[in-house]
């Protein structure tokens, strides 16, 4: 941005500030963000809403402009004791384990079957990939839609009680809310398959299956029985971790967003990404520090470290989410 066009956005920030003061609840439904207390994290999401959707402002982002993209475990939902589909993972391979009896000596797969989480943690995004693969070809979309169904319906996160579906965390299942009332459109990011999480995204997040991002199992064209089916191959086309977010957020939105949420190193880059942007953007990192209601972990963690990122973020400036100063309430129903 020119030194020129810098000195205009200032005057016209401060004509704008002249005319309103620093934050009136204009927003809509900015009184829904019950379970966030008041404080400098609240104020800035409230601020941030104001600013891009009051015509008129500097700040104005015009609603098809409105994208914002939040990865999932461990910012939507916890991801302690292991996140959500590779219980699920582990869980299809023991299923699966007599047509296999390789899998007992062979790694991802005796990590799987044995429940070693650090095993499973080391493979990393491409051993849960190798796992979805080899427990999933040769099923078509509508089987394994059926069959992810079938297991979100009755599997619960163990060290809550309480089924993966009412694990969403309560002050984001709010926010998502509040922003989609502001005509935000929102993506979730994940780092597994997206598959796997479009079955049930909309009725958890009111996230639609055509919003998910990840990564995506090839499919194959077969007649099977007269019928025109699509088949799962045994290969991916991967998002990785880090830098491979940004481009997958823009191969499927072909715009930057202007608000992002993270909770791990794996999402510095799409917070980066987002905070390059021009004009106004929150980037927000959700910090886990309360281990009586959820659980508390940042730079030592098995699954969705936070080390760099929270460096990062308190360098630059980022909204931090700390889950202890900020929220009053974590789940819905019997959650506290």
Not at 122 to 140: D, F, N, Q, V
Not at 319 to 331: E, G, L, Q, S, V
Request: hydrophobic share 40%.
């Amino acid at each position: 941005m020119t030194i020129r066009k810098a000195g205009r956005r200032v005057i016209q920030a401060a004509a704008f500030f002249m005319t309103f003061p620093l934050f009136s609840p204009g927003a809509r439904g900015a009184d829904t963000l019950h379970s966030w207390n008041s404080g400098p994290t609240k104020l800035a999401v409230l601020q941030f809403v104001r600013d891009v959707t009051t015509e008129g402002g500097p700040f104005y982002v015009p609603q098809d402009d409105r994208i914002a993209v939040f990865s999932h475990d461990g910012t939507l939902c916890p991801e302690i004791p292991a996140p959500v589909e590779l219980a699920f993972l582990m869980d299809r391979i023991k299923t699966l384990s007599s047509r296999h009896p390789n899998w007992k000596s062979k790694e991802p797969f005796r990590s799987a079957l044995s429940k070693n989480l650090n095993g499973l943690a080391s493979a990393g995004t491409r051993g849960i990939l190798e796992l979805t693969a080899a427990a999933h070809s040769g099923m078509t979309p509508e089987g394994f839609e059926a069959t992810v169904n079938g297991w979100i319906a009755k599997a619960r996160n163990p060290r809550l009680n309480r089924p993966y579906t009412e694990c969403g965390l309560l002050p984001m299942l709010e926010l998502l809310e509040f922003l989609r009332a502001n005509g935000f459109r929102i993506y979730i990011v994940v780092r597994g398959d997206a598959a796997f999480l479009r079955p049930w995204a909309e009725r958890v997040y009111g996230v639609p299956p055509g919003q998910i991002i990840g990564s995506s199992v090839r499919t194959k064209y077969e007649v099977r029985k007269g019928v025109p089916v699509l088949v799962r191959r045994p290969d991916f086309d991967m998002l990785e971790d880090g830098p491979g977010r940004p481009s997958a957020i823009y191969r499927v939105t072909g715009r930057r967003p202007i608000a992002a949420f993270g909770s791990a190193d794996g999402d510095l880059e799409m917070l980066r990404w987002t905070a390059a942007g021009e004009g106004r953007h929150l980037v927000l990192l959700v910090h886990h520090t309360n281990g009586g209601n959820e659980f508390a972990y940042d730079r030592k963690a098995m699954f969705g470290r936070l080390d760099n990122a929270l460096d990062v973020a308190r360098k630059s400036g980022w909204t931090t989410a700390d889950m202890t100063k900020d929220w009053n309430r974590f789940f819905t129903k019997t959650g506290r």
